[in-house]
């Protein structure tokens, strides 16, 4: 049997605070609107940004801004139950349960189903099929 290599505390410690500023500078971005939760969900999805793969999907709706507490459990309530995880707590619903590969994007679509489309007035009346009136 052979023992596991020796790490030091330094190093591992280095590693947390270095997790921890990644997460924090992300959080500060989205809540800035510098990026928005897909771009976030992207780096998660990489190497560089594994450790957001720890942030829960209420830190991810509350920095998003604009929601109050009712509404962000309400549509972390409505994931769950379309995501037939009920038995799951609000707390272990992270950026990493959404990705996670073995639902193969299932989790990752309720999410995207359950935001609101953004609604985008025309930029004149009858938009595309009729030609703008001069003037606008």
Request: glycine share 8%.
């Amino acid at each position: 049997m052979t023992t596991p290599p020796f790490v030091p505390l330094r190093s591992l410690r280095q590693g947390q605070r270095a997790a921890l500023r990644l997460r924090a500078e992300w959080l500060e971005a989205l809540h800035e609107g510098l990026v928005t939760p897909v771009d976030l969900f992207r780096h998660a999805a990489t190497i560089d940004g594994r450790p957001l793969l720890a942030l829960t999907l209420r830190q991810i709706l509350t920095h998003a801004g604009g929601l109050s507490g009712k509404t962000i459990h309400t549509r972390l309530t409505r994931l769950r139950a379309r995501c037939g995880a009920d038995r799951i707590s609000m707390r272990q619903l992270t950026v990493g349960w959404l990705l996670d590969s073995r639902c193969r994007g299932r989790r990752l679509a309720c999410w995207f189903s359950l935001q609101p489309s953004i609604q985008r007035e025309p930029p004149w009346t009858g938009f595309p099929f009729t030609p703008q009136t001069r003037g606008m």
